[in-house]
Nanobody, 114 residues
Framework: QVQLVESGGGLVQAGGSLRLSCAAS????????MGWYRQAPGKQRELVAT???????NYADSVKGRFIISRDNAKNTVYLQMNSLKPEDTAVYYC????????WGQGTQVTVSS
């Protein structure tokens, strides 16, 4: 059983920064992919960024140059540093872990005011 617990969401003004964290617990494999997705009201869930165990990174075009994903393998934790936030970044952000199947966190709200 795998559990993902997110933290760090909140309300911020446009141009500000937030850092999300997601800690995974349970049976964690040495090789996996962790990442962040987001879902805005009325829209489909979309990829934000992913990072493989070997630190291979992938970003959505909309966040390149503003967001940074990183992970601490010893803590089974993935982070998302979000800078230069825009109102269109407002969404529920979900942590994901892929190892044979997909696991999801409960989501954390990020609201960016203009």
């Amino acid at each position: 059983q795998v559990q993902l617990v997110e933290s760090g969401g909140g309300l911020v003004q446009a141009g500000g920064s937030l850092r999300l964290s997601c800690a995974a617990s349970g049976s964690i494999f040495s090789f996996n992919v962790m990442g962040w997705y987001r879902q805005a009201p009325g829209k489909q869930r979309e990829l934000v960024a992913t990072i493989r165990s070997g630190d291979r990174l992938n970003y959505a075009d909309s966040v390149k140059g503003r967001f940074i994903i990183s992970r601490d393998n010893a803590k089974n934790t993935v982070y998302l540093q979000m800078n230069s936030l825009k109102p269109e970044d407002t969404a529920v952000y979900y942590c994901s872990l892929v190892q044979g199947r997909d696991y999801w966190g409960q989501g954390t709200q990020v609201t960016v005011s203009s």
